[in-house]
């Protein structure tokens, strides 16, 4: 049982890029599926989290009407599209997953994480 969250990169403040968390051996559309952040000196927060309904909680306001995420059933994976990138989305971004049909209060209730990929935004 593997996750693993990957597409990260440098990008200019106002670009785009694509997240994907693709996990082994469990069906990830079956999981509730949520991605943190964490960035340098700073603890881990909670960005958003799509339950297994399809429906987009977000837990920070910050990116809203920026950040969505998708399912890929046949590819198994649940995709973040960032979108206006801000410098203070500058993160090492994880992604978890729940066995809850809806998104959890506390990251405590993420059974399965997956390692970080980094993203910077900066000119």
């Known amino acids: 049982v593997q996750l693993q969250a990957s597409g990260g990169g440098l990008v200019q403040p106002g670009g785009s890029l694509r997240l994907s968390c693709a996990a082994s051996?469990?069906?990830?559309?079956?999981?509730?599926v949520g991605w943190f952040r964490q960035a340098p000196g700073k603890e881990r927060e909670a960005v958003l989290c799509?339950?297994?309904?399809?429906?987009?909680?977000y837990y920070t306001d910050s990116v809203k009407g920026r950040f969505t995420l998708s399912r890929d059933n046949a590819k198994n994976t649940v995709d973040l599209q960032m979108t206006s990138l801000k410098p203070e989305d500058t993160a090492t971004y994880y992604c978890?997953?729940?066995?809850?049909?809806?998104?959890?209060?506390?990251?405590?209730?993420?059974?399965?994480w997956g390692q970080g990929t980094q993203v910077t935004v900066s000119s």
């Open positions: 978890a997953a729940s066995h809850h049909f809806g998104c959890p209060n506390t990251d405590l209730e993420f059974t399965f």
């Open positions: 799509i339950n297994t309904g399809d429906d987009v909680i």
């Open positions: 051996g469990f069906a990830l559309n079956s999981h509730t």
